[in-house]
């Protein structure tokens, strides 16, 4: 008893070092508590792939290919050591042979692309600026009909991994995300994405699978980290020193826009069975003694552009892409131009939950469904573009929508989720 009393008094005349030693110890606990369930979650993971490699493959088939490219620069260097720890041996597990392509430099992936032969399946381990570079690398290519049939999987290694919310389930766990990501590859279930083609007067045509964003809150969404110092009052900070330097922060320019396309119905997942010999033949005589009247094919109706003078705080035209499982009567992606008449309090708290979504609209913006939209700026140094995150000079552009252009890898628990959600 004595030895305990003589502990709690060193430790009460002690009491600086004790809670640092507390504290130092909370945090060494935690810290090997987290890389042990990382351990248990890789491991996991490998032995479902090990149960993907130990299946039969017949005589006439071969080992599916993947071709993967990574962005070693992406979530601050430490994307390379994330692949390889987290993704690489479930791959190699599951019997796929593996080509790693690894980018040097920003835009590399967009040549690379130009060079890519026939594989069974494409990875893009990074983030949105590494998979806005390949998908416009890809459907860059003459070829580009035959190689965007190829399925394409999404392992988000990035700082910012917006279409991850739409394939994979959502974690805060970086090992849970990156290997749960994977094995949806190795499972097959694949959803369709349309894809913006955004053209200039010059320049080639960039694509993009979530959105185009031209406008104030963009501008200082691109400013916050700046104020890092200032911790959760960044964001609200950034806000109101852009209405500090220039009030109202209006765009102007004239909207050109198709609307919305029928979509087609969908084609069977399987071929019919073939009609039967005496079926056929029947067919063949009845069509022989009695051919079909060929009806003369329609002319295309011209196309109907509405035209509308915009003054807007920002424009956004984005994809349908957060929920690709809801099936929509029409193709079209949605021109959202946010109201003009905005306060300067109004900006502050639209822009701080535009920083957490920016998707989300505000109460009074006006939106559109369209096909396709051509946007002419009244001046040069009309600011910047966002697209898919990635900026981009401001100049007038179409933007035109290619629907269900690709084919991405989804988690099917993921894809329940949001089927229920509609």
């Not at 200082?220 to 104020?227: F, L, M, P, Q």
Request: net charge positive.
């Amino acid at each position: 008893m004595a030895r305990v009393v003589k502990v709690f008094r060193t430790l009460r005349n002690n009491w600086k070092k004790s809670t640092f030693a507390v504290c130092l110890l909370s945090y060494g606990g935690h810290w090997l508590y987290g890389k042990h369930c990382d351990s248990i979650l890789r491991r996991e993971a490998c032995l479902e792939a090990r149960e993907f490699g130990r299946q039969l493959i017949g005589p006439q088939e071969h080992l599916k290919k993947a071709t993967v490219i990574l962005n070693p620069a992406a979530c601050k260097g430490k994307a390379n050591s994330l692949f390889e720890k987290n993704a690489a041996p479930i791959l190699h597990l599951a019997g796929v042979e593996v080509k790693i392509v690894k980018t040097d430099y920003e835009g590399q992936a967009k040549k690379l692309m130009e060079l890519m032969d026939q594989t069974d399946m494409l990875i893009i381990a990074g983030g949105d600026g590494t998979l806005q570079e390949v998908i416009t690398g890809l459907l860059r290519r003459v070829d580009e009909e035959t190689f965007s049939k190829i399925p394409i999987g999404f392992i988000p290694l990035g700082s910012s991994n917006t279409l991850s919310q739409s394939l994979h389930l959502v974690s805060d766990n970086k090992v849970q995300h990156i290997t749960t990501a994977t094995l949806s590859i190795l499972k097959g279930e694949t959803v369709p994405l349309d894809v913006l083609q955004i053209k200039g007067e010059k320049e080639q045509p960039v694509f993009a699978l979530s959105s185009l964003r031209w406008g104030a809150f963009r501008d200082v969404a691109s400013s916050i980290s700046k104020y890092w110092y200032l911790g959760p009052l960044k964001t609200r900070a950034a806000h109101l020193f852009s209405t500090l330097k220039e009030w109202p922060q209006i765009h102007q320019a004239s909207l050109s826009y198709l609307g919305p396309v029928p979509r087609p119905p969908d084609l069977p997942a399987e071929k019919p069975s073939r009609p039967n010999l005496f079926y056929r033949i029947h067919r063949r005589l009845k069509n022989y003694w009695n051919p079909p009247i060929e009806e003369t094919p329609k002319e295309p109706e011209p196309e109907r552009w509405e035209n509308k003078e915009i003054s807007t705080v920002e424009l956004s035209v984005c994809t349908h892409n957060k929920n690709p499982v809801i099936r929509r009567v029409n193709d079209s992606m949605l021109i959202t131009l946010e109201t003009d008449s905005l306060t300067v309090g109004q900006f502050i708290t639209e822009g701080t939950k535009k920083a957490v979504d920016p998707m989300q609209s505000t109460e009074n913006a006006l939106q559109l469904e369209a096909s396709a939209a051509s946007l002419n700026l009244q001046k040069e140094g009309a600011g910047f573009y966002d697209i898919d995150n990635e900026e981009y000079e401001a100049m007038s552009v179409e933007v035109r929508l290619l629907p269900r252009k690709l084919r991405f890898f989804c988690n099917a628990e993921r894809k329940e989720q949001l089927a229920q959600a509609l």
